[in-house]
Structures are given as C-alpha cells and as structure tokens.
C-alpha cells in the first residue's frame, strides 16, 4: 500500500515563494512517477508538474519558469518549489505517484492560497 504525506501549503502574498513536500511509503512498491495536481474552487483537478523517474519533467504552461519540481536521490520524496505565486495558483494540491504496476495514488491534499 503506498501512502502519501504533503505538507508545505499555507497562505502567502502575490509574489511569494511556498515549497511543497510529499514523501512517499511504498513498502516494497517501485514508483516510475511522481508529480503534482491542484484543484482551485469549482474547477477540475489539474496538472501542475510531474517527473519520472526516466526522463524528462512534464509542467503545466501556466507555471512553467516559476513552478520547479524536484525529488531526493531514493525517489520517495517529491517537491514543489512555487515562485513569483499568483492569486490564480490558489487551491488544494496533490501528490500524485504511479507505481509500476500503472496503479495511481494520491495524497490527502495541501491548501495553498495566494493573496492579492
């Protein structure tokens, strides 16, 4: 069972800087992905960045030269490093992993909200 944990949202101004954490349980589970959603009010889930474990990183054109994913060197713990944030950023993220068995997980969610 691969259980997610996140942490890192809260409230900033327009302009700011916020990092996101996930780590990863897997037990014996292998990950080939690991990245982030977010969910705004009244919208659908959408996706904000991903990176697998071969290749290349995936962003979503709205945060892309602000918005930098990264992960440690044993690929259990993803991060989001947020710059230049914008009122429009605000919602709920994810943690989104897939496994090798092409099965996806999903964390609890982290607020993040961007004033203006």
């Known amino acids: 069972q691969v259980q997610l944990t996140e942490s890192g949202g809260g409230v900033v101004q327009s302009g700011g800087s916020l990092r996101l954490s996930c780590s990863a349980s897997t037990g014996r589970i292998s990950l080939r992905l690991m990245g982030w959603y977010r969910q705004a009010p009244g919208a659908q889930r959408e996706l904000v960045a991903t990176m697998p474990i071969r290749g290349d990183s995936n962003y979503a054109d709205s945060v892309k030269g602000r918005f930098t994913i990264s992960r440690d060197k044993t690929y259990t713990t993803v991060y989001l490093q947020m710059n230049s944030l914008k009122p429009e950023d605000t919602g709920v993220y994810y943690c989104?992993?897939?496994?090798?068995?092409?099965?996806?997980?999903w964390g609890q969610g982290t607020q993040v909200t961007v004033s203006s």
């Open positions: 989104h992993v897939r496994d090798w068995l092409g099965n996806a997980h």
